[in-house]
């Protein structure tokens, strides 16, 4: 655990995704995928509540309550990085704070979605950001987890392929993140803190090199990826790129 603190302080407390994710060339199946992504954990938000009061782990500059306005009540980020937090303009309905998942410094109880995009693996201790999440949650609430997925099926593949050529064939992540999970070990965990599991979206399943964007107009990619995700969840269940799980706090009278 000491081990994991330090990395997770060497890497999170002046996080830069201007000088990380942003500075790459990031492959156009990558970026519209996280679109998707982001556009579906937008509609579960619009799902869950009308009125929310949302509380955004790891939430950077905040911008994923854009398009959230209408139906968001309250939107919390908390974050570890100063660097995220500076200067991000909000309007009243926003409250950005520097802090982290496993301390989170808000009262329990108090609200109806606690969103982890893509941050849980780069948490010191999953299991207590889940726990925390658990206690701000109202009764019934959600909490809504977004992850890259380790049993992903390109992975698996990539990894023969770069073994049969003698190379280590490693994901990205096994080096870089402090954890990589697969969606029934995300379950696994919100099961243990009696969540039950209301949603579980494999999604994430159209990848291909850089060079096929140019060959390929950009109308086609979202009917692609759409298209590919209905085949390979079908076909392939927990086996796309990404995954959603979404557990829920159950009230007293469940």
């Known amino acids: 655990m000491n081990n994991v603190k330090e990395e997770w302080q060497r890497t999170q407390l002046h996080w830069d995704d201007k000088s990380t994710i942003q500075s790459h060339n990031v492959p156009k199946s990558v970026i519209l995928n996280w679109r998707k992504i982001n556009r579906t954990l937008q509609n579960i938000c619009r799902e869950k509540d009308k009125n929310l009061v949302m509380v955004d782990v790891g939430c950077g500059s905040g911008k994923f309550y854009q398009g959230l306005e209408q139906v968001t009540n309250l939107y919390v980020g908390i974050d570890p990085s100063d660097i995220m937090l500076f200067d991000v303009s909000m309007d009243q309905n926003q409250v950005l704070i520097r802090g982290t998942g496993e ?94 599991i209301v949603k579980s979206i494999s999604l994430g399943y159209f990848v291909f090199p850089h060079f096929i964007q140019w060959i390929i107009t950009g109308r086609i990619f979202p009917v692609l990826i759409n298209l590919a995700d209905r085949i390979g969840s079908a076909i392939l269940p927990k086996r796309g790129g990404a995954f959603i799980i979404v557990g829920q706090k159950l009230g007293a009278d469940s």
Request: net charge positive; proline share 2%.
């Open 103 to 196: 301390n989170l410094p808000l009262h329990s109880g108090i609200a109806n979605v606690v969103l982890l995009k893509s941050v849980l693996d780069q948490c010191y201790s999953p299991n207590q950001v889940i726990s925390e999440s658990k206690r701000v949650l109202k009764d019934n609430g959600w909490i809504i987890i977004s992850l890259s997925n380790r049993d992903s099926y390109y992975s698996f593949i990539r990894k023969i392929y770069n073994r049969l050529r003698g190379h280590k064939g490693e994901h990205v992540f096994e080096s870089s993140q402090l954890f990589y999970f697969n969606s029934s070990e995300v379950e696994d965990m919100l099961k243990k803190e009696n969540l039950k």
